[in-house]
């Protein structure tokens, strides 16, 4: 018993310091945001004081100098878009390729596994020629192809759900007269609900943070989205504002934060239920 409460403590200890060393790089940031851009590097470490304090200076300047609330609005509406389309298209795509056994579903299910291997750099460059070719490179093009490049995970946990639904409840709902569409969205789709949380939770926060893909396809000089608009707060000659940089850095944390936090019990669940083999 006392080896055993030893090692609760020591583990406690070790998992302490863990969460100490991730959580001090975002107090920092935050600290920094309220300080003159000119004590920054000079003391990054101390609390402001009276002399070194700049209030919501950082703040201001960065919404209206640099297009930061423009950027959050291009960076919502690409997030929110793309999310909705990855959560609807590969929930059907899986729901279809689970249930319909035939040598077409296990290619478009094998092609969604290997999407998963296959590292971004080896597709960036010509991903950005098409992309500019077939007229992608705006804010409503680009949700395709965050379309394409999320469909592998949420396929993967979709089919892996659908599987633990038993199929006699999409029969008796085909016998009540429902097509197939409906059976998806009034049956099936409801009892998918942890994995679409789950699936939702993890694609918002890979969109929300991107920076290589949109950087790479739009055109930048009509279209930024929060992490560009960070990126272009570096100046001519090496210049940088510190200050706008972290409260740019606060502004975009925040808002994965909190949502995070009031969804993080469902991606356990979700997660769990969407690696059920059948």
Not at 69 to 89: D, K, M, N, R
Not at 158 to 165: A, L, M, N, P
Not at 170 to 192: K, N
Request: with cysteine; aromatic share 12%.
């Amino acid at each position: 018993m006392a080896n055993e409460k030893k090692n609760h403590v020591g583990l406690g200890a070790i998992l302490s310091v863990l969460s100490i060393s991730w959580i001090l790089p975002i107090l920092i940031v935050l600290v920094n945001s309220f300080k003159n851009k000119i004590w920054i590097n000079d003391e990054p470490f101390k609390l402001p004081n009276a002399e070194t304090f700049s209030g919501f200076l950082n703040y201001v300047m960065a919404m209206k100098k640099y297009g930061f609330l423009e950027a959050v609005g291009w960076t919502v509406f690409i997030t929110v878009v793309s999310v909705i389309l990855i959560l609807v298209c590969t929930s059907m795509c899986a729901w279809y390729v689970t249930r319909v056994k035939n040598r077409v579903t296990k290619l478009i299910y094998l092609l969604c596994i290997f999407s998963m291997v296959v590292p971004f750099q080896m597709v960036m460059f010509t991903l950005s020629l098409v992309a500019n070719r077939l007229g992608l490179v705006t804010p409503w093009g680009i949700v395709i192809i965050y379309l394409g490049f999320g469909a592998g995970l949420a396929v993967f946990m979709f089919c892996g759900f659908v599987k633990s639904i038993p199929i006699e409840i999409e029969e008796a709902a085909m016998i009540d007269g429902c097509s197939p569409v409906q059976t998806f969205f009034l049956v099936v789709l409801p009892i998918m609900k942890p994995t679409y949380i789950s699936v939702g939770i993890l694609e918002t926060m890979w969109i929300w943070n991107d920076f290589l893909l949109p950087y790479l396809v739009l055109d930048v000089k009509k279209y930024k989205t929060i992490s560009i608009v960070i990126q272009y707060m570096k100046g001519s000659y090496g210049r940088v504002d510190m200050g706008a940089i972290m409260a740019a850095l606060v502004m975009a944390v925040i808002p994965v934060i909190v949502f995070y936090l009031s969804c993080q019990k469902y991606i356990i669940k979700g997660v769990a239920a969407g690696a059920v083999k059948g």
